[in-house]
Protein backbone atom coordinates (compact mmCIF):
# COMPACT_ATOMS: atom_id res chain seq x y z
CA UNK A 1 0.00 0.00 0.00
CA UNK A 2 2.89 2.17 0.10
CA UNK A 3 5.45 2.10 -2.80
CA UNK A 4 8.89 3.35 -2.66
CA UNK A 5 10.13 4.58 -6.15
CA UNK A 6 13.97 4.48 -6.20
CA UNK A 7 15.82 6.80 -8.86
CA UNK A 8 19.70 8.29 -9.55
CA UNK A 9 21.70 4.86 -8.93
CA UNK A 10 24.71 4.06 -11.57
CA UNK A 11 28.50 4.59 -12.24
CA UNK A 12 31.00 6.69 -11.44
CA UNK A 13 34.73 7.03 -10.75
CA UNK A 14 36.91 6.85 -7.27
CA UNK A 15 36.40 10.66 -6.28
CA UNK A 16 32.96 11.45 -8.10
CA UNK A 17 29.14 12.16 -6.95
CA UNK A 18 26.23 10.63 -7.52
CA UNK A 19 22.65 11.48 -6.06
CA UNK A 20 20.16 9.39 -5.13
CA UNK A 21 16.16 9.99 -5.01
CA UNK A 22 13.39 8.13 -3.07
CA UNK A 23 9.60 8.96 -3.78
CA UNK A 24 7.00 7.59 -1.52
CA UNK A 25 3.13 7.23 -2.50
CA UNK A 26 0.38 5.26 -1.13
CA UNK A 27 -1.81 5.06 1.82
CA UNK A 28 0.64 7.38 4.33
CA UNK A 29 -0.40 9.38 7.65
CA UNK A 30 2.22 9.45 8.73
CA UNK A 31 6.42 9.67 8.25
CA UNK A 32 8.78 8.80 10.75
CA UNK A 33 11.87 8.67 9.05
CA UNK A 34 13.00 7.87 6.05
CA UNK A 35 16.42 6.98 5.58
CA UNK A 36 19.28 4.47 2.70
CA UNK A 37 20.91 1.67 3.76
CA UNK A 38 22.86 -0.42 0.80
CA UNK A 39 24.06 -3.99 1.09
CA UNK A 40 27.80 -4.85 -0.77
CA UNK A 41 27.90 -8.69 -2.42
CA UNK A 42 28.50 -11.05 0.51
CA UNK A 43 27.94 -8.47 3.43
CA UNK A 44 24.56 -7.78 5.08
CA UNK A 45 22.73 -4.60 4.77
CA UNK A 46 23.99 -1.64 6.78
CA UNK A 47 22.47 1.69 7.86
CA UNK A 48 23.71 4.19 5.48
CA UNK A 49 21.81 7.38 6.56
CA UNK A 50 18.56 8.18 8.30
CA UNK A 51 16.61 11.70 8.49
CA UNK A 52 13.19 12.66 10.01
CA UNK A 53 10.47 15.01 8.82
CA UNK A 54 11.96 17.40 11.44
CA UNK A 55 15.35 17.29 10.15
CA UNK A 56 17.55 15.14 12.71
CA UNK A 57 20.05 12.75 10.39
CA UNK A 58 22.11 9.96 11.11
CA UNK A 59 24.73 8.62 9.38
CA UNK A 60 27.58 5.52 9.29
CA UNK A 61 30.61 6.35 10.51
CA UNK A 62 31.69 5.26 6.83
CA UNK A 63 29.91 8.16 5.25
CA UNK A 64 29.81 11.07 7.13
CA UNK A 65 31.63 13.85 5.78
CA UNK A 66 30.95 12.57 2.26
CA UNK A 67 27.43 11.51 2.55
CA UNK A 68 24.09 14.45 2.90
CA UNK A 69 20.71 13.00 3.56
CA UNK A 70 18.21 15.47 3.07
CA UNK A 71 14.21 15.61 2.38
CA UNK A 72 11.11 17.01 0.89
CA UNK A 73 8.53 16.74 3.16
CA UNK A 74 5.92 17.90 0.92
CA UNK A 75 7.13 15.20 -1.63
CA UNK A 76 7.40 11.88 0.52
CA UNK A 77 10.77 11.97 -0.80
CA UNK A 78 14.27 11.75 0.81
CA UNK A 79 17.45 12.31 -1.40
CA UNK A 80 21.03 10.92 -0.91
CA UNK A 81 24.04 13.12 -2.23
CA UNK A 82 27.26 10.70 -2.54
CA UNK A 83 30.65 13.21 -2.59
CA UNK A 84 34.23 11.60 -2.72
CA UNK A 85 32.69 8.05 -3.66
CA UNK A 86 35.19 5.07 -2.97
CA UNK A 87 34.89 1.63 -4.21
CA UNK A 88 33.87 0.23 -1.31
CA UNK A 89 30.36 2.29 -1.34
CA UNK A 90 29.69 -0.15 -4.98
CA UNK A 91 26.57 -1.04 -3.07
CA UNK A 92 22.71 -1.59 -3.93
CA UNK A 93 21.33 0.77 -2.20
CA UNK A 94 17.58 0.33 -0.29
CA UNK A 95 15.37 3.49 0.34
CA UNK A 96 13.70 2.74 4.06
CA UNK A 97 10.25 4.35 5.26
CA UNK A 98 8.75 3.94 8.60
CA UNK A 99 5.55 5.46 9.03
CA UNK A 100 1.77 5.02 10.01
CA UNK A 101 -1.23 4.50 7.22
CA UNK A 102 -3.92 5.52 6.64
CA UNK A 103 -5.37 3.19 8.75
CA UNK A 104 -3.26 4.28 11.48
CA UNK A 105 -1.14 1.35 12.07
CA UNK A 106 2.75 1.54 11.64
CA UNK A 107 4.05 0.33 8.96
CA UNK A 108 7.99 -0.23 7.03
CA UNK A 109 8.34 -0.35 3.57
CA UNK A 110 11.76 -0.82 1.26
CA UNK A 111 12.42 -0.31 -2.14
CA UNK A 112 13.82 -2.39 -4.74
CA UNK A 113 17.23 -1.16 -4.60
CA UNK A 114 19.63 0.88 -6.95
CA UNK A 115 23.04 -0.18 -7.74
CA UNK A 116 26.08 2.39 -7.53
CA UNK A 117 29.20 1.09 -8.68
CA UNK A 118 32.11 2.85 -8.22
CA UNK A 119 35.41 2.30 -9.80
CA UNK A 120 39.11 2.52 -8.94
Known amino acids: QVQLVESGGGYAQTGGSLRLSCAAS????????MGWYRQAPGKQRELVAT???????NSADSVKGRFTISSDNAKNTVYLQMNSLKPEDTAVYYC??????????????WGRGTQVTVSS
Open 96 to 109: NLGGVNSDYVRFES
Open 51 to 57: ITPGGTT
Open 26 to 33: GRIYSINR
